[in-house]
């Protein structure tokens, strides 16, 4: 199942909102889709999984919609601490299968 | 904490062999099930290997099938990744995770490492 995010590359500033897309060539079993944000240094952090449910610590302006075989990440008010790659990845079939990322920048 | 650390990286010339390691803690490990992924130089992520909480249950990524074995040894909290018949395109950053389930088919990917480099080079 291959997962096709955009844009490539986000350039926000402090304040605005996001609404980034992960769209699968076959519908994503149980709407099996997780988020994640990756900053050079860090380990990848995962946002939402499950489509919509939030990972434990995750502020609420990260919210995840959608089904089948659309997906949309949506950050609110964005913050200087926001950036990085952000990557999808479906667990509802094997093998699991990741977006090749979105980078967000902070102008 | 989960704390996932890897090591065993480096060069290796083409048809050689390296063992990757991760060491787990912050968790019981043995209840999780547990997967190898990677990211070569300039592409996407790949999800390489994964293992169940027994180490009974193992997949494969087609690109790795008969050439990389997962393993894990649940008494000293490691998962391994042995990977043999190198070719120049599993150059890549390896990283392992923790899967949200004890089998490894059906689960997200919860927490993860930094991540060790292979470069495999004549």
């Known amino acids: 199942n291959v997962l096709t995010q955009s844009p490539g590359t986000l350039s926000v500033s402090p304040g605005e909102g996001a609404s980034l897309s992960c769209r699968a060539s076959?519908?994503?079993?149980?709407?099996?889709l997780a988020w994640y944000q990756h900053k050079p240094g860090q380990t990848p952090r995962l946002l939402v999984y499950?489509?919509?449910t939030r990972a434990t610590g995750v502020p609420d302006r990260f919210s995840g919609s959608g089904s089948g075989t659309d997906f949309t990440l949506t950050i609110t008010r964005l913050e200087p601490d926001d950036f990085g790659v952000f990557f999808c990845?479906?667990?509802?079939?094997?093998?699991?299968?990741f977006g090749q990322g979105t980078k967000v920048e902070i102008k | 904490e989960v704390l996932l650390v890897e090591s065993g990286g480096g060069w290796v010339q083409p048809g050689g062999s390296l063992t990757l390691s991760c060491e787990a803690s912050?968790?019981?490990?043995?209840?999780?099930?547990m997967h190898w992924v990677r990211r070569p130089p300039g592409k996407g992520l790949e999800w390489v290997a994964g293992?169940?909480?027994?180490?009974?249950?193992?997949g494969y990524g087609d690109s790795v099938k008969g050439r990389f074995t997962i393993s894990r040894d649940n008494a000293k909290n490691f998962l391994y990744l042995q990977i043999h018949s190198l070719r120049p395109e599993d150059t890549a950053f390896y990283y392992c995770?923790?899967?949200?389930?004890?089998?490894?088919?059906?689960?997200?990917?919860?927490?993860w490492g930094l991540g060790v480099p292979v470069t495999v080079s004549s």
């Open positions: 293992i169940n909480w027994t180490g009974g249950n193992l």
């Open positions: 995770a923790k899967d949200s389930t004890e089998g490894y088919v059906y689960g997200f990917l919860d927490h």
């Open positions: 912050g968790f019981t490990f043995g209840h999780s099930a």
């Open positions: 990845l479906q667990y509802g079939s094997s093998p699991k299968t």
């Open positions: 499950g489509a919509s």
């Open positions: 076959q519908s994503v079993n149980s709407n099996y």
